[in-house]
Nanobody, 129 residues
Framework: VQLVESGGGFVQAGGSLRLSCTAS???????????IGWFRQAPGREREGVSS????????HYANFVKGRFTISSDSAKTTVYLQMDNLRPEDTARYYC????????????????????WGQGTQVTVSS
């Protein structure tokens, strides 16, 4: 599975962006079940989980620092996953990556990078104060 992120950009604090993650060359439905996650990585920092969505039941999970501001969703064809980011803050500045995790274990929130198998190249989000 090849993942392609888009939608990043430069925005002022309080603004919004919508990121998209699309499967290229294959489909998410090649797997019985999977998680799609959004992660971010700022320079000098480790990659951290932002949000995830589980294909089989649509469960979503969010890191505490984005709850109430970011929303993850997928289109009806299950080919694209979105991350709507509202009320952006300067500390949200990072490169945002989407990943696909196929090793499904009940109860996991899929907000850890080691739970993912495939990654996109990322899209840069910069929030000015």
């Amino acid at each position: 599975v090849q993942l392609v992120e888009s939608g990043g950009g430069f925005v002022q604090a309080g603004g919004s962006l919508r990121l998209s993650c699309t499967a290229s060359g294959s489909s998410f439905d090649d797997f019985d079940d999977y998680a799609i996650g959004w992660f971010r990585q700022a320079p000098g920092r480790e990659r951290e989980g932002v949000s995830s969505i589980i294909h089989s039941d649509g469960r979503t999970h969010y890191a505490n620092f984005v709850k109430g501001r970011f929303t993850i969703s997928s289109d009806s064809a299950k080919t694209t996953v979105y991350l709507q980011m509202d009320n952006l803050r300067p500390e949200d500045t990072a490169r945002y990556y989407c990943g696909t995790g196929t090793r499904m274990i009940s109860g996991l929130r899929y907000l850890r990078p080691d739970e993912y198998d495939y990654w996109g190249q990322g899209t840069q989000v910069t929030v000015s104060s």
